[in-house]
């Protein structure tokens, strides 16, 4: 079966260092997405992309970079974190195939805490 | 610009109780509606979708209508179990086109007791 698959699931960080959350997916979906999910907002966008080498901010852009070298991988850098970025960060997916109404299909979460 | 405005949890109801979660919206032209359920420790999954005014959208006994006069699509159930205990999250699209990219609620927290 397809799915969408995050690392690391759990890390803890210090204030000022880089970190990396991987997405990796096996839909061949073109459209990949970034979310940030905090207690009383909801999902945030952060990033998305429409396919390789294409890449858009979001709502909460800030901090957080992200690159698209291949169908599969959306790598999420936050380039010098801060304990504002602790979150649990989602990848997501959809397809552009026809009749899809922008269904997302999520992976597991990578909840991230910034000492 | 566009919203979604759900109602505060937490729900907590017994079992076989009847369910709503309001949800509304603002958007301009015509979105896309979904509900998404996220069970715990697991990411966000589509519960159930409407595409167009009137339409209802249906899955696993929960039901939703796009109302567009009232800019509603609450999400009702007749009889929960204790397995839909849950957060849930009304979302609408965002952008013209099949973008993919939503804008989701703040969510409801369920909690259904035996």
């Known amino acids: 079966d397809a799915e969408i698959t995050q690392s690391p699931r759990h890390k803890i960080t210090e204030t000022g260092r880089q970190v990396t959350l991987a997405c990796h997916q096996t839909w061949n979906h073109n459209n990949m997405f970034w979310y940030r999910q905090d207690l009383g907002h909801g999902l945030r966008l952060i990033h998305y992309s429409y396919g390789v080498q294409d890449t858009n901010k979001g709502e909460v852009s800030d901090g957080y970079s992200v690159s698209r070298s291949n169908t599969e991988d959306l790598p999420l850098t936050l380039e010098s974190a801060a304990s504002s970025q602790t979150s649990v960060y989602f990848c997501a997916t959809s397809g552009t195939s026809g009749g899809n109404t922008g269904e997302l299909f999520f992976g597991e979460g990578s909840r991230l805490t910034v000492l | 610009g566009d919203s979604v405005t759900q109602m505060e949890g937490p729900v907590t109801l017994s079992e076989e109780a009847f369910l709503t979660i309001n949800c509304t919206y603002t958007?301009?032209?015509?979105?896309?509606l979904f509900w998404y359920v996220q069970y715990p420790g697991e990411g966000l999954q589509l519960l159930l979708k409407?595409?167009?005014a009137d339409d209802k959208g249906s899955n696993k006994g929960f039901e939703a209508t796009y109302r567009k006069e009232t800019t509603s699509f609450h999400l009702e159930k007749g009889s929960v179990q204790v397995s839909d205990s849950a957060v849930y999250f009304c979302a609408l699209t965002w952008g013209s086109g099949n973008t993919g990219k939503l804008i989701f609620g703040q969510g409801t927290t369920l909690q259904v007791k035996p």
């Open positions: 958007a301009t032209g015509y979105p896309s």
């Open positions: 409407a595409t167009k």
